[in-house]
């Protein structure tokens, strides 16, 4: 066995033929994610938020490249020059980059000479792995493996809200995704109460991958709280809107009320009201709005509005945390991106599930009251690596959980994802939180 270190923790790397098993299967199921996708479609990039497919296909590469082989693998050529400064997302010590805006600008290369760039890629990578990589190489391909699976994701969200956008609605995998409006209310909610104490937080097992902001695991004192047992479904998200939730402001914090008044949201994203009722748009199209199924694009502002008038709050990322590791969270159920659901189902009316807390993984990334910021004694890494997490670490809010795309390898109870507080094209959603001598909710 050869063994990696991250912040200064040894951690077990399996040998040579599995690393190069898990490199062509995470690098195949990219592929797998465009295959409906035509040329046209892979170009598209509806927002500065959003990348095209086609930028996904080569800046995943273009990390195996510049990361690895262009640094560790003696001899090596790079396929095209020009593509370390055109598929650069954000490295300021690896050079200039494009503005992330204008991806969808890039019609050269094309779609066949990105495939190639995969393919020429691929081959030095496994020519590398058959060989004798040292633990600093295999460390970098167990970050560039999982930096590919973070794409994935977003290849979903991003061609999502592509389609979207496109007044014809078209659909992204019709065939595949199967969006079937339940027939039976969600659970009813319940509370679970944590008590006073020392918890201790962040990754604790040496023997799985962790980024960077996960470390080091540190104890957090947490004033006794509850959770809710389900995630907010949009039966109850409805009631909100109802009672005026989007316009009233003593609900929203300032700058939250200045993106409603500026944006005109009436609704989550993707909603639509029709003749016979809301509707939402899917990865399988516009579908009628299931009552039961947890609410889904709702940026941090409209989940801290909705719980303010729910009598609650959201959880901060450590009582979530705490929450998800004890022995009442269960993910029998998870809906990840392998069930190929591509959206977020119910909550599970089975009298064992009922007993405990639903929908903690998968589904929907939660919003937690949670800054993102370092955890105590946290270092970057030194490098452009350095520049992966650490430099984001300002203005923007924790999400925890995954949700209905993150590969079931790639989350954990202490991943932590982030966003600005306004954005709602990502998997989004909503879990209450309350002091637990707070009874009013």
């Known amino acids: 066995m050869i063994m990696r270190k991250t912040l200064n923790r040894p951690v077990e790397l399996s040998p040579f033929p599995t690393w190069l098993q898990r490199y062509r299967e995470i690098r195949r199921q990219t592929l797998k994610l465009v295959e409906t996708l035509g040329p046209d479609d892979q170009m598209v990039q509806s927002m500065p938020d959003a990348s ?28 095209d020059e020009r593509f370390s400064f055109l598929f650069n997302s954000y490295y300021k010590r690896l050079g200039k980059h494009p503005h992330r ?27 590398l792995l058959l060989r004798e990589a040292s633990a600093e190489i295999l460390r970098l391909v167990e970050l560039g493996l999982n930096h590919e699976q973070q794409h994935q994701e977003l290849i979903v969200t991003d061609i999502k809200h592509a389609f979207w956008s496109n007044p014809l609605r078209p659909s992204y995998q019709p065939e595949r995704i199967r969006v079937v409006a339940s027939a039976t209310a969600a659970p009813p909610l319940k509370w679970y109460c944590f008590d006073e104490g020392i918890y201790q937080i962040g990754d604790d097992d040496t023997s799985h991958f962790a980024f960077d902001n996960e470390l080091p695991r540190h104890p957090t004192y947490l004033s006794p709280f509850r959770i809710a047992s389900r995630l907010v479904t949009n039966e109850e998200y409805l009631e909100f809107m109802a009672d005026d939730g989007y316009a009233r402001p003593e609900l929203w914090l300032s700058d939250g009320w200045d993106h409603v008044c500026e944006h005109q949201w009436t609704a989550p994203l993707y909603w639509e009201q029709m003749d016979d009722g809301w509707s939402q748009y899917t990865c399988g199209g516009t579908v009628p709005l299931d009552p039961s199924e947890p609410v889904c694009h709702v940026s941090f502002y409209e989940a801290d509005a909705f719980a303010r008038w729910a009598g609650a709050r959201l959880p901060t990322e450590s009582e979530w945390e705490a929450a998800a590791r004890s022995s009442r969270c269960s993910t029998i159920f998870a809906n990840l991106f392998e069930n190929e659901n591509y959206h977020p189902t119910p909550a599970v009316h089975s009298k064992s599930q009922q007993q405990s807390m639903q929908q903690m993984l998968g589904d929907v990334w939660e919003w937690t009251s949670s800054p993102y910021s370092a955890y105590p004694g946290y270092r970057p890494p030194a490098g452009a ?23 079931r390898s790639h989350i954990r109870e202490s991943y932590r994802n982030f966003f600005l507080p306004q954005k709602r094209w990502q998997f989004s959603g909503i879990r209450l939180a309350n002091d637990s001598n707070d009874r009013t909710a």
Not at 72 to 79: D, K, L, N, P, S
Not at 108 to 126: F, G, H, K, S, W
Not at 385 to 407: A, D, H, I
């Open 52 to 79: 095209p497919s086609k930028w996904h296909l080569a800046h995943t590469t273009w990390f195996f490249e510049e990361f690895i082989l262009a640094q560790h693998f003696h001899g090596y050529a790079r396929f």
């Open 101 to 127: 805006s204008i991806r969808g600008t890039f019609s050269r290369p094309t779609l066949d000479q990105v495939r190639l760039y995969r393919v020429y890629v691929d081959d030095a990578m496994e020519e």
């Open 385 to 407: 690596e350095g520049e992966y997490n650490g430099k984001f670490m300002c203005n923007q809010l924790v999400l925890r959980g995954g949700s209905c795309v993150t590969p």
